[in-house]
């Protein structure tokens, strides 16, 4: 086929633009060499490569038949889901899914962290590892201590505790050491009435040295035995986990710093280091005015945001995080995507960054607290108050795929064609 000396081919394009009055100039054909090329106000089932040139949109190939599945997570090369109340893996390879956890609220969306070796979950309501085991111990209840004879305790002050611990090693926490008098040389200590959580096989007993400060482990026993203790030899093992409690159910996850990071409505707490299974809920916390809607971690700081206001968070201890605003945009609630920031040459980093949904569109988090619209005054999107963001890359094309819902309000900065007419009425 041979074009006339008139024929416009169809492309390159600059981009989506509906934000521009569509007779303007973003929007008219070149009439030189070397003039931009027009934008497009709609391009439904196609996409754009980096040249501007239109495809036609691959079309899409049924792998699992799901009845009510939702929370799908690349996790540590691992694919999860939640389907009916259970968590499924998903072999990417054969199409097929090996059962996790059952008994799972399949109403709320599940979130999922790898830290360590270990994948946490939680979806506001519960939380667990995938693996089934739990995600922290509940402290051991304080035991009641009765002083016996035919030991060889001296006589003095002790401080007694107990923490549990399961078949794989997890400790639980220590509530306050109870104190205990010894009137008299040859005594022993009997511990009774306090309770467990019910996943601990064995008990692990601290007791201080006579008048001492600090309980130091002196004993482990199975949780179907009585406890008593005959002496105290002290150990190099100090009790290290008093006041440490299991996390509270998370609506939001990620790793700083060795720490594991959740918030559940406006709370925002975190975990020991690299302990990411005790969690001082008394210190450590961090309270904002509104629920939290997104939390993303980089190396050097992270992004925590309500509704209308978004903080950076940097420092290497907690003592030092300083929430500071960086932006005010409306946040769609979501998990925000973690990417190279090559894959976006008008950022100007190659490192990592995060990016979430605003009601402007997506933005993008730089590692200094920079928040990047990349969409500003080009695409125009209703505010919607959930969002799911995805990267996607295939045959040239780099792309971040947008689940938007729960549409908050139409966007007014949008571009629209409407008529405009004049009514005379005429007198005769």
């Known amino acids: 086929m041979t074009l006339g000396k008139d024929t416009v081919p169809l492309g390159p394009f600059r981009g989506l633009n509906n934000t521009d009055d569509p007779r303007g100039s973003p929007f008219q054909l070149p009439k030189r060499k070397g003039e931009p090329q027009p934008a497009l106000r709609v391009a439904q089932n196609v996409d754009l490569d980096r040249l501007g040139w239109v495809k036609r949109r691959t079309g899409r190939t049924k792998r699992l038949a799901l009845s009510d599945a939702h929370s799908l997570a690349s996790v540590a090369e691992r694919l999860l ?197 005790h969690f001082s809920l008394a210190t450590d916390i961090q309270l904002f005015t509104a629920p939290i809607r997104m939390l993303a971690a980089l190396d050097t700081g992270f992004y925590i945001a309500t509704a209308y206001q978004t903080y950076w968070v940097e420092g290497d201890e907690p003592a030092a995080w300083q929430p500071r605003l960086v932006d005010s945009k409306l946040v769609a609630e979501g998990r925000a995507l973690r990417v190279l920031g090559r894959k976006f040459p008008a950022l100007q980093y190659d490192g990592p960054v995060v990016i979430w949904v605003t009601a402007d569109g997506p933005v993008a988090g730089l590692p200094d607290g920079r928040v990047v619209p990349l969409t500003e005054n080009q695409v125009a999107m209703d505010a919607n108050n959930k969002a799911t963001v995805a990267y996607r890359e295939s045959e040239g094309l780099r792309q971040i795929l947008l689940s938007l819902k729960d549409r908050g309000a139409s966007s007014h900065f949008a571009g629209s064609d409407r008529v405009s007419c004049t009514v005379i009425k005429a007198v005769i």
Do not use: K
């Open 81 to 277: 889901l939640v389907e009916a109340g259970e968590i499924l893996e998903v072999d990417s390879n054969s199409w097929t899914t090996q059962l996790r956890v059952s008994g799972v609220d399949s109403t709320a969306e599940m979130r999922f962290l790898f830290a360590g070796s270990e994948i946490f979950r939680s979806n506001g309501r519960a939380c667990g590892r995938v693996d089934g085991a739990p995600w922290g111990l509940a402290p051991c209840s304080q035991p009641q201590v009765t002083v016996r004879t035919g030991g060889s305790l001296r006589a003095g002050r002790y401080l007694v505790a107990v923490t549990g611990e399961t078949d794989t090693g997890l400790e639980s926490g220590s509530l306050a050491p109870v104190a205990v008098e010894v009137a008299q040389e040859g005594a022993a200590l009997e511990l009774s009435w306090f309770s467990w959580d019910a996943a601990v096989s064995s008990l692990n007993v601290y007791v201080s040295d006579t008048d001492g400060r600090q309980p130091f482990f002196v004993a482990s026993v199975p949780a179907t035995q009585p406890i008593t203790v005959h002496q105290v030899a002290l150990t190099t093992d100090p009790l290290d986990t008093f006041g440490s409690y299991p996390p509270p159910p998370a609506q939001h996850m990620d790793l700083y710093r060795g720490r594991a990071l959740g918030a559940n409505d406006n709370v925002l707490y975190w975990s020991q280091p690299l302990g990411f299974h």
